[in-house]
């Protein structure tokens, strides 16, 4: 009998052990893909939009990375169901239809995440990538100050400091920039890139901290939840489309200018938040403000070899102190603030690149897990 516990006591302990190998190995992986996601996303843009000739409708790239994530998360939904099609549509029309006033809640968002991408495009067809990189980093301040205003959240000593550098560390490198700028190339605007970076951070941090505050509690997955805000964002997308480029489209085409990079890009933006909201699960806050400065680290010097980009000492200075408060902001905090601590986790995932979704995406794929494990 003694035997027979001892052996089960070693079988448990080799599985944990096993189990703590694979998370490693998880954690690894997640940076791996948090740098690659965020540092080819902002490149593989630079790149397409700086092409000579003609370029392509950045609308319609907008609309199109929205249609293909409603599509993977329809997928998605139906090998949840077992394929199952009369399952999922039952799922879908009471998720979205009959429970309409939920589904409307997400319209504010939707709206501002579709304007957050399209001044994306805006912002780094005007910027160097890196130096766009350093600036879309005041999305942590605007999403830790609405999470202050809005929900009252606290933040600790460390947090405001890393904010302050935060601030400083971008001012730097605004200030390097103006002295110093890239070689001036057709079509490009300084002065519009930094004001459209900007809207974009303040966006960024209201549409996380609404999204949070309006669906706190909620028991819908993230699939259904992000195939509601797709519907709304391919709504005002082609809204938008039709507004700016609707007569040059209906002359040329919806798909005009896509060459095989430019999927690459609609490709990376549709697919890439979905795949870093999977992996985040196995990454710490720590690990995630590593991968976000080095990706910062990973742009700049590939911008060197690709766009002929200049650092000086001052765009170093700037950089490295937004680097170290990145890293900062994502230190665990001290058990006495311990009760606020959730006001750090959502702050920094909806730092997360890219995607415009990691926020809500982390909040919800834990009971996602647990429902699927309880099925």
Known sequence: MTAGKHDTGAEDRATSCSQNEVNRKLKYISLAVLVVQNASLILSIRYVRTLPGERFFSTSAVVMAEVLKVCTCLVIILLQKRFNLKETLHLLLNSIVFQYRDTLKLAIPALIYTLQNNLQYIAISNLPAA???VTYQLKILTTALFSVLMLKKSLSRVQWISLLLLFAGVA???????GNKEASMANQNYMVGVVAVVISCLSSGFAGVYFEKILK????SVWIR?????????????????????AAVAERGFLFGYTGMVWCVIFNQAFGGLLVAMV???ADNIL????????????????IFLFSFHVDLLFT???GLVIGAVYMYSLPRSPSSSVS????SSSESSALPRTDRGVEMEAFLPKCTAKQKGS
């Open 288 to 303: 995630k403000g590593f991968a976000t400065s080095f990706s910062i680290i990973v742009s700049t010097v590939m911008s």
């Open 341 to 344: 601590s959730s006001s750090s």
């Open 217 to 220: 509690g909620s028991s819908a």
């Open 131 to 133: 130096t766009f990189q």
């Open 317 to 319: 200075a700037g950089a």
């Open 172 to 178: 730097i490198v605004q200030v390097q920039q103006e």
């Open 226 to 246: 992000n195939v509601q805000l797709g519907i709304f964002g391919t709504a005002l997308g082609l809204l938008g489309l039709w507004w700016n480029d609707g």
């Open 280 to 282: 985040v699960k196995y």
